[in-house]
C-alpha cells in the first residue's frame, strides 16, 4: 500500500477570489501582515502495490488528466510508501 | 517573508463524496489498485516578517479559526521561510 498526495493550486498568473476571500476574513479576523492566500486543492490517494518509480509515473497521469486543469492549475505529486 | 502552508482534511470518519467521485472516475480511466481518495484544501499564506514560533502559533489559530471546521475537518500548518 503506498499514498500519493497531489496539490493542485491555481497557476500564479490566474486570479483567486476563494483566496482573496480568504485574506480578507483574515484581516478582519486581526490577523495581519497577511499579503498572499492562495487556495488550492490536496488529494489523499491511497493504492495497492509499491511506491516505485511506475507508481510515481502513474500518479502524474492521474493528476494530469483528471485533477488539475492544466490550463489554469498546477499540480506537485509525492509517492509516499 | 514567510509561507504558512495549511493543509485542511475531512476527518477520517467523515464521508467524502468529492474523493469517491474522483475514485470512481480514476477507475473508469483505467487506473487500477486506487483503494482510497480524498479531496482536501491547501492554503498557501505569505505573511510578512520572520518564520518564527510566534508566526507558528498565529498560523494554528488561523486554521482553527477560520480555515478548518474542526468539527469535521482535521488540519496541518507548516512554517517555511
Known amino acids: 500500500m ?3 498526495v497531489v496539490d ?3 497557476k500564479p498568473e490566474i486570479l483567486d477570489p476563494q483566496g482573496q476571500a480568504v485574506q480578507g476574513a ?4 486581526g490577523f495581519g501582515g ?3 492566500v492562495r487556495q488550492g486543492k490536496r488529494f489523499e ?5 509499491p511506491a516505485d518509480d511506475d507508481l ?3 500518479a ?5 488528466t483528471l485533477l488539475a486543469n492544466l490550463v ?8 509516499e510508501p
Open 72 to 79: 489554469i492549475e498546477d499540480f506537485t505529486v509525492r509517492v
Open 2 to 4: 503506498a499514498r500519493v
Open 45 to 49: 490517494i491511497d493504492v495497492a502495490g
Open 34 to 36: 497577511v499579503t498572499s
Open 8 to 10: 493542485v493550486m491555481l
Open 26 to 29: 483574515l484581516a478582519r479576523l
Open 56 to 58: 510515481a509515473a502513474r
Open 60 to 64: 502524474e497521469q492521474m493528476a494530469g
